[in-house]
């Protein structure tokens, strides 16, 4: 039995494998439509969600199984003080697979180590994000068709940014693929990350300047800064606004650039770049659907 807690848990072999089986769904619906029949996901949310909730859940019904879950922290009994292994021991007697969003890192680590039944980390914290990740995946490989020689700029939040950390790690893995970090000082790319580049080779430079990076990038993933993770209002509300990007912003942009975000939005991209053929954000979000159904399949060792 596997769980999925970090993306580097998938060979780039098992990633385009689950890229296949997703364009076979995209392709021919019909032919999943009862794989999981008589199956059960729960979604286990101890912090908000829109995408990745809805999403898993969409993904279980389109196979042709069952849901069941909560969305808040406040409606299980981890609000009484139940432990994360207990809920995920209680909840493996329930159901065949468990998604689990948490705020604490590590939290869906704990739940797989004390449960009978796969375990999705649905984003840990400032941790990771590995289901984003191959919404993330699916996009760039439907929009570029390749992984290999891009250059990829990630703005905004990068140290708190579950999404960028789980995206770098699984992006690292191709051949001649560059990083451009683009955020606020207080807000720049964990050291740990950056040490795992530099020790495997990977080229990346760190810049304030966004306008002056555009050039460059094949892909621009642009990131909200998150005020759960602060600490202090204060510095929320100084950095919150750190980067808007505008179609004035875009002029220097290769024609064929990817916007990627994993939203929710706040401020960081105008909506009038919502119609310019460049914006894949919205796309991102039926991707992210199609990856979880190929992975609910894979962990669930249905043919
Ligand atoms: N991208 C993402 O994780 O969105 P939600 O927080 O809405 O699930």
Do not use: W
């Not at 008589?38 to 849901?67: I, Q």
């Not at 602060?230 to 509300?237: A, K, T, W």
């Amino acid at each position: 039995m596997r769980s999925l807690i970090d993306i580097l848990e998938l060979s780039t072999t098992e990633l385009e494998k689950l890229l296949a089986v997703a364009c076979d769904i995209i392709e021919n619906p019909q032919k999943y439509a009862h794989k999981c029949d008589g199956k059960k996901l729960a979604t286990l949310f101890f912090e908000p969600s829109t995408r990745t909730r809805l999403s898993f859940e969409a993904a279980m019904y389109e196979l042709g199984g069952n849901v069941l879950g909560f969305s808040e922290a406040n409606s299980s009994s981890a609000a009484k003080g139940e432990s994360v292994a207990d809920t995920a021991k209680t909840v493996g007697c329930y159901a065949d697979i468990i998604a689990m969003r948490h705020p604490k890192e590590g939290a869906p680590l704990v739940a797989s180590m004390n449960s009978s039944v796969p375990v999705i980390n649905a984003g840990d914290g400032g941790h990771n994000h590995p289901t984003q990740t191959l919404a993330d995946l699916l996009t760039i490989h439907r929009e570029k068709g390749r992984f290999d020689n891009l250059t990829v700029g990630f703005c905004g939040d990068l140290k708190f940014g579950r999404t960028v950390h789980s995206l770098i790690s699984a992006l690292k893995r191709y051949k001649n693929v560059k990083f451009v970090f683009i955020s606020p000082s207080e807000l720049k790319i964990p050291d740990y990350v950056k040490e795992t580049l530099t020790k495997e080779g990977i080229k990346y430079t760190e810049t304030t300047d966004l306008e002056g990076s555009m050039a460059d990038l094949d892909i621009l993933y642009m990131t909200r800064v998150q005020r759960e993770r602060f600490f202090n209002e204060e510095d929320y509300l100084r950095l919150k606004d750190s980067y808007i990007l505008t179609p004035e912003k875009l002029a220097n942009a290769k024609e064929d650039m990817s916007i990627l975000h994993p939203l929710p939005r706040v401020n960081e991209i105008s909506v009038a770049i919502d119609n310019d053929p460049r914006a894949c954000y919205f796309k991102q979000v039926f991707n992210g659907k199609i990856m979880r159904m190929a992975l609910i399949l894979k962990l669930l060792e249905v043919e």
